[in-house]
């Protein structure tokens, strides 16, 4: 099998103002030419034939300008997401700070009793270290299997087990080291359960999932697995998605621009790495749930997140492009990483040259090249790229993309 390639290296913003172009000169009139996708995933297949299908649905903006199934799944076909259930439950723990019921600082031994140790490190672990997982407990436990083990339980069992040792055997601090993993999560939905005073698939569903019309996504029977236990589908994922641009645009979702802002912002404050799964790209961070691809080092506002499940579940969101993603699958993620690697690429590629038609007038000539032209050195239109000035990069964009828009089927 050929290896699938980067198409183009992530640029660096200069400023996290660069992430908020009006959809109307982030767009242009021109439609991204995605008929690679079909190419792509067709011959991976082929070359995979014990991988059942894929399912994938794309948008921008407000519009949904791919969705497409291959094999035998559509884009309504319901899986296990695995550790893409992070995300979601990550926004039901921001829709509960919305409502003023917790913080990211609220420290877990408010609610859990087993956690107040007399100043020692469980009395400091807060929820935004849970979801960031920097919390210093364990990241996995046989626990968290006991899907018979309700969240308040486990939580006082996790306690009693205590936080991780460092490499000198002193128990780990809380925010002082990143280690991937599900217990800490699942301390969280319990104490999500105290504060909001209603089991957690109850506050996923009230607060997330009903309002979404997200009716494919839920836990199985027995104790939810916070960090990796929904089932969902690929259109249910896209509409949680298009939720995040609408709430950051004030125009509805499920949450405050300030918590969708706090959702994609850096939550891992430089700890430490211990353990990062290998899928991940180097450079990331974490938010709350969720990966942090590219991301401003002084704002801490991200550009491009993601969410990853071991079964190739992935789902993006590029705020520079105004573009989300979800790729659905029920295999292995180390074998689709690449593929979905060189397609979320691929499309941004495809609406960086859409984007070159800056007049709205249909094709890429003259008039586009006087308006890039006339923004060199700024952050306003012509920034295609999408590296937070307008420059070269930009020039040479528009450039490859002269002539009639393409028009592809």
Same mark, same amino acid.
């Given at each position: 099998?050929t290896? !699938?390639?980067?198409r183009?290296?992530?640029a ?12 109307? +000169?982030?767009?242009g009139s021109c439609?991204?030419d995605?008929?690679?996708?079909a190419?792509? %995933?067709?011959?991976?297949?082929a ?6 299908g ?5 948008g921008?903006?407000?519009? %949904? ?8 799944t559509?884009t309504t076909?319901?899986?296990p ?7 979601? =439950?990550?926004?039901a723990?921001?829709? +509960?700070?919305?409502?003023?019921l917790?913080s990211l600082?609220?420290r877990v031994?408010e609610?859990?009793?087993?956690f ?6 469980l009395s400091?672990?807060?929820? *935004? !270290?849970?979801f960031?997982h920097?919390?210093g407990?364990?990241?996995?436990s046989a626990?968290?299997n006991?899907?018979n083990?309700?969240?308040q339980d486990f939580? %006082?069992? =996790? ?5 991780r040792? /460092?490499?000198?055997g002193?128990?780990v601090e809380? @925010? ?6 599900g217990?800490s999560?699942?301390v969280?939905g319990a104490? &999500? ?10 506050i996923?569903?009230? #607060? ?6 997200m009716?494919?996504?839920f836990?199985?029977? @027995? ?6 236990g929904?089932?969902?589908?690929a259109?249910?994922y896209?509409?949680f998605?298009?939720s995040l641009?609408?709430?950051?645009? *004030?125009?509805?979702? $499920?949450?405050?621009a300030?918590a ?5 912002? /850096?939550?891992? !404050?430089?700890?430490?790495r ?5 899928s ?5 961070? !974490?938010?709350?749930?969720v990966?942090?691809? +590219?991301f ?6 991200? $550009?491009e ?10 789902a993006?969101l590029?705020?520079?492009r105004?573009?989300?993603g &979800?790729?659905?699958v ?5 074998l689709?990483?690449p ?7 691929g499309?941004?590629?495809a609406?960086?040259?859409s #984007?070159?038609?800056l007049s ?5 000539g ?5 308006? +890039?032209l ?5 952050? *306003?239109p @012509?920034?295609?790229? @999408?590296?937070g000035?307008?420059?070269?990069a930009?020039?040479?964009?528009l450039?490859?993309?002269? *002539?009639p828009?393409?028009?592809?089927d």
């Open positions: 099998m290896p !699938h390639t980067i183009r290296p992530f660096k913003l200069a400023s996290a103002m660069a992430i908020a172009l009006p959809a109307s +000169l982030a767009s439609r991204p995605l008929s690679f996708i190419t792509e %995933v067709e011959a991976f297949l070359e995979n034939p014990f991988v059942p894929i399912a994938i649905i794309i921008r903006d407000d519009e %949904v300008i791919y969705e497409r199934g291959f094999g035998d559509t076909s319901v899986m997401i695995a550790s893409a259930t992070k995300w979601i =439950t990550g926004a723990l921001m829709s +509960l700070v919305d409502e003023g917790v600082d609220t031994a609610f859990i009793p087993a107040d140790d007399d100043d020692g490190p400091r672990i807060t929820l *935004g !270290h849970c960031a920097t919390s407990l364990p990241a996995q626990a968290l006991d899907r083990l309700p969240l939580a %006082v069992v =996790t306690a009693i087990a205590g936080p040792l /460092d490499l000198t002193a128990p809380p @925010g002082a080291e990143f280690h991937y993993g217990v999560m699942q969280a104490v &999500m359960e105290l504060a909001a005073g209603e089991p957690f698939q109850a996923l569903a009230s #607060r997330i999932t009903d309002p979404l019309g009716s494919s996504t836990f199985p029977l @027995g104790s939810p697995r916070v960090a990796g929904l089932n969902s589908n259109a249910d896209a509409a998605l298009q641009f609408d709430g950051a645009a *004030g125009a509805g979702g $499920v949450l405050s300030e969708i802002d706090t959702l994609l912002e /850096d939550q891992a !404050h430089g700890a430490i211990r353990f990062v799964p290998p991940v790209p180097t450079g990331f961070s !974490h938010g709350v749930g990966w942090l691809d +590219l401003d080092e002084e704002s801490g506002a991200s $550009v997140a993601t969410s990853v499940g071991a079964y190739g579940a992935n993006w590029d705020r520079s105004g573009l989300y &979800m790729f659905i029920f295999s292995n993620n180390g689709v990483t593929l979905v690697r060189d397609l979320q690429r499309v941004a590629d609406v960086d040259v #984007r070159a038609d709205g007038d249909g094709a890429v003259a008039g586009d090249l006087a308006i +890039l006339g923004a060199w050195g700024t952050q *306003g @012509g920034d295609l790229a @999408g590296n000035v307008v420059g070269s930009d020039l040479a964009i450039l490859g993309a002269w *002539g828009c393409p028009n592809p």
